[in-house]
């Protein structure tokens, strides 16, 4: 259940620490401050929605353990996926299933913000029915 109120006040938080930047780029404040930034968004993210573990595993099975944007195929006994997000935390995106992506490590770390929905590209191109 989504609260408002608890939603404002996280933006508030977040709106505060972004007026606020450290500006030494490379010193151990401007790291805190940085992963403070992270943090708060990824709160918000959480508040706006969430998955379950059962939601996440079902997208990783749906998909066979295959990175949605390279095609890389996780040895799902060994390691799973990462989750990618198709509209990023940064952007103001959700940590519900729907805006989750399975993606192997080297994808998660290159793929920026670029915002491209990855997994609906597989799904036509696997001709997977969504509900």
Known sequence: MINPA???????KLQALVDNPVDKVGTPEHTRW???VRRARLSLAR?????TTAEWNALVAETAGICVRCGYQHDLNVEKPCKGYILPIAAGGTNEIGNLMPLCLRCTRT???EGINWLATWRRSNRVMTP
């Not at 939603?7 to 508030?12: P, R, Y």
């Open 47 to 51: 508040a706006k929605g969430s998955h």
């Open 34 to 36: 940085q992963n403070s």
């Open 111 to 113: 793929k920026n913000q």
């Open 6 to 12: 608890l939603i404002a006040h996280l933006e508030g």
